[in-house]
């Protein structure tokens, strides 16, 4: 079977999206198939085919001067048009099943009115809810532009044969905010590389500062934007310093909001014990010497960073948000707490750094289940079933 992969966003890309394509080709191309990956270059200039060396230019967006509300809807269909432009320049007619990764593929992909390809949907987050949060805080922005982002996930969101979800949480989304029909969406887990990770977990981590003997080990992986609530677990640590100063913390990442968390930081007077490690490529060794994996986060569909805490034996504090409560059993594989809830997560903190017993217990609860629950092998013959039959559908209309 020839199968495309294709994307909006640019690729490569750090992020959840680009893993998953990745990993999906990895397991669908060890069942013999041929895979190939499409979305814009990194500098959004050229659409793309990165394995077959393709690539289409694009007339760059227009320098404007407008509110944050109205450019992004300007940016948005002006790129969305582009990409489906460049994509009508490519033989698509040569796949058997073209796999959208979000709305905005899946709605220029449908335009085409391809004869011979299947498509199917998968969505990894809710773009109106993304683009609301980040483009929609001023009181002076306009609902009608909101409205085109929810339209066009609307029209993508039911674009093809089905439309792949990771979990109940982002269903819900959008049956009830977007009006997609439950019968159009299924519900499918991503699956993870378990023998990829572990692999790279018993290589020797990059160098990095030594930590004092018997200071327990505190790691946050991921991206440093104001989402991802790394300000609360700074502000926790504040409080957990009063009672239990025998610890240090790993944030491994970077992002916008780097130098107010540094900041933060040493207001705190932390600098010594919270340490910066910036982007690392050796995050499944680093994990490894973990006592402890803490995900503040205020908002997430089904993070990456916890399937990997997971496969290193670690256990878990997250926020009870979005998907993350179908990932993790309070008080078993993990602890769930209030978002922007620092003094809770403090609490949760110090009773796992002293109580080894149940830290370890968690961790080994947590291996247990991502161990069965993240089984790539069994993800791809899921996502295969429906290739099979979005084909045949296809094949009849």
Not at 226 to 244: F, M
Not at 326 to 334: A, F, K, L, S
Request: hydrophobic share 40%; net charge neutral.
């Amino acid at each position: 079977m020839k199968i495309l992969l294709a994307t909006y966003w640019a690729i490569p890309h750090l992020g959840g999206v680009w893993n998953y394509m990745n990993q999906l080709r990895k397991g669908l191309e060890a069942e013999g198939h041929e895979v190939d990956l499409m979305g814009f270059n990194t500098q959004n200039r050229h659409v793309i085919i990165i394995n077959k060396d393709i690539s289409i230019p694009i007339t760059p967006f227009p320098h404007t001067e407008l509110p944050p509300d109205e450019l992004i809807v300007k940016y948005t269909a002006y790129q969305s048009k582009e990409y489906e432009k460049a994509a009508a320049q490519m033989d698509l007619e040569a796949y058997h099943i073209i796999h959208a990764q979000d709305v905005i593929a899946a709605r220029a992909i449908d335009h085409l009115k391809l004869k011979h390809p299947a498509l199917i949907t998968t969505i990894h987050g809710s773009l109106t809810k993304e683009i609301k949060e980040q483009f929609f805080q001023d009181p002076s922005s306009k609902l009608e532009n909101l409205s085109y982002f929810k339209n066009l996930e609307y029209i993508g969101g039911r674009a093809g044969y089905t439309t792949i979800v990771a979990n109940e949480w982002m269903k819900r989304i959008l049956c009830n905010d977007i009006h997609i029909e439950s019968h159009q969406l299924t519900i499918l887990h991503y699956g993870f590389d378990i023998d990829d990770f572990l692999l790279r977990a018993a290589k020797p981590a990059n160098h990095i500062r030594k930590r004092k003997k018997r200071q327990q080990l505190l790691i946050y992986t991921g991206r440093l934007i104001k989402a991802k609530g790394v300000q609360y677990l700074i502000t926790a640590l504040s409080y957990l310093k009063e009672q239990n100063n025998n610890w240090v913390c790993w944030i491994i990442g970077d992002g916008e909001e780097k130098q107010h968390l540094q900041k933060r930081t040493n207001d705190y007077h932390l600098r010594n014990q919270i340490l910066f490690l910036g982007e690392r490529n050796d995050v499944p060794s680093l994990l490894q010497q973990a006592d402890l994996f803490i995900l503040p986060t205020l908002s997430e569909n089904q993070p990456l960073s916890i399937i990997e805490a997971q496969l290193s034996g670690l256990a878990i504090i997250a926020s009870d948000v979005g998907g993350i409560p179908e990932m993790i059993e309070d008080g078993v594989t993990g602890f769930l707490t209030p978002i922007g809830d620092s003094k809770k997560l403090a609490e949760k903190i110090a009773f796992l750094l002293h109580e080894e017993k149940v830290r370890k217990s968690i961790g080994i609860s947590a291996f247990e289940f991502a161990t069965h629950h993240w089984s790539l092998a069994n993800a791809i013959k899921q996502v295969l079933c429906l290739y099979h039959q979005a084909i045949q559908k296809k094949q009849h209309e």
